[in-house]
């Protein structure tokens, strides 16, 4: 059993950053593919960024490449999300996720995810 708890999340203008955090309990959070999804009022939850146990391997959602970075701290049972450049398009609660069954995969799927947080509202003004 994993549980995750993400922080970091606010209000921001247009062009700022945020990071977000997430942190794991647990001593075998290195054994997780880990990833971070987002869902915007009345739209469906959708994939932003997902990184591999060892942190080797990472993948985005198209329309934040080149401005979030995922990161992991396997000393820390924490996985990171810096976001940079932030629209409006942007604003939604992230959620961050684990994954145990192939944890050196970076999946875009929420249902092949098992455990969740309870999320974090980012909030973009423009």
């Known amino acids: 059993q994993v549980q995750l708890v993400e922080s970091g999340g606010g209000l921001v203008q247009a062009g700022g950053s945020l990071r977000l955090s997430c942190a794991a309990s647990g001593r075998t959070f290195s054994r997780y593919a880990m990833g971070w999804f987002r869902q915007a009022l009345g739209k469906e939850r959708e994939f932003v960024a997902a990184?591999?146990?060892?942190?080797?391997?990472?993948n985005y959602l198209d329309s934040v490449k080149g401005r979030f970075t995922i990161s992991r701290d396997n000393a820390k049972n924490t996985v990171y999300l810096q976001m940079n450049g932030l629209k409006p398009e942007d604003t939604a609660v992230y959620y961050c996720?684990?994954?145990?069954?192939?944890?050196?995969?970076?999946?875009?799927?929420?249902?092949?995810?098992?455990?969740w947080g309870q999320g974090t509202q980012v909030t973009v003004s423009s």
């Open positions: 996720a684990a994954e145990r069954n192939f944890p050196e995969l970076t999946r875009t799927t929420a249902a092949v995810y098992d455990y």
């Open positions: 990184i591999s146990w060892s942190g080797g391997s990472t």
